[in-house]
């Protein structure tokens, strides 16, 4: 989530970054809200300092034996006050939450706006391949030899799945296993997490409120199914 200061200060830029990514969030009216907060903040300050100046002066008054006179009456109403402008506090710190955190990131200027297809190669090495054959998709290997069973997944949970079988099984663990000891060489901890995650988490991961409707999500315990390694 962006600093409320860089939304306020680059306001400009803050927007064209929400055009560009076509999200919705309403910057004017977070702007008004951050106003408002401000106005608001400043006033909760002055009261409170003109309570804690009467609290001492009543105070003072009582040990020299006199009467505070309105002073006690006149503090009831400051700290409904207070109140009242902590109420409103909080109504517009949750709508301006609510607001920043559909804002994406901005991009570096350097990045493309549009699609994959924009993508600019930076860097290549190494030669590709020449090939005397037309090569073969993996996902059509894999069911030629066996590796992979779409239909058998597609039965189990729908479609976008694959089930591996037999060989296809055995490098999929063995990739795991690959991964997992070259990177515990390099002084990483191996971790297995709880696959699923609390709402938080996944707020704080990014996942949220803007993936929401594309998790999976176990709704009398409200976690979600974690989508990546990220979020835990």
Request: glycine share 6%; hydrophobic share 40%.
């Amino acid at each position: 989530m962006l600093d409320i200061k860089f939304v306020r200060d680059k306001s400009d830029l803050v927007k064209q970054a929400i055009t560009n990514k076509n999200e919705k969030a309403d910057v004017d009216r977070l702007l008004v809200l951050d106003e408002q907060k401000r106005e608001l903040l400043a006033k909760i300050e002055k009261l409170k300092h003109q309570r804690n100046v009467a609290s001492k002066e009543i105070g003072q008054l009582k040990k020299d034996g006199k009467d505070a006179g309105s002073l006690p009456a006149e503090m009831k109403k400051v700290a409904l006050d207070i109140k009242a402008f902590e109420e409103d506090f909080s109504k517009i710190d949750t709508e301006m939450q609510d607001i920043m955190s559909w804002i994406p990131n901005i991009p570096h200027q350097s990045v493309p706006i549009g699609d994959e297809t924009e993508n600019l190669e930076v860097k290549s090495w190494g030669e590709k391949r020449e090939f005397d054959f037309k090569p073969q998709p993996h996902w059509e290997l894999g069911d030629r030899l066996g590796l992979l069973d779409f239909e058998g997944a597609s039965r189990i949970s729908g479609s976008n799945f694959a089930l591996f079988r037999n060989v296809g099984a055995l490098l999929e663990r063995s990739l795991i296993n690959f991964m997992l000891d070259l990177h515990i060489g390099q002084d990483y901890q191996e971790i297995s997490p709880p696959f699923m995650a609390r709402r938080d988490a996944m707020f704080g991961a990014g996942q949220l409120p803007k993936l929401e409707d594309d998790m999976y999500l176990v709704e009398q315990d409200d976690l979600f199914l974690i989508p990546t390694a990220e979020v835990p």
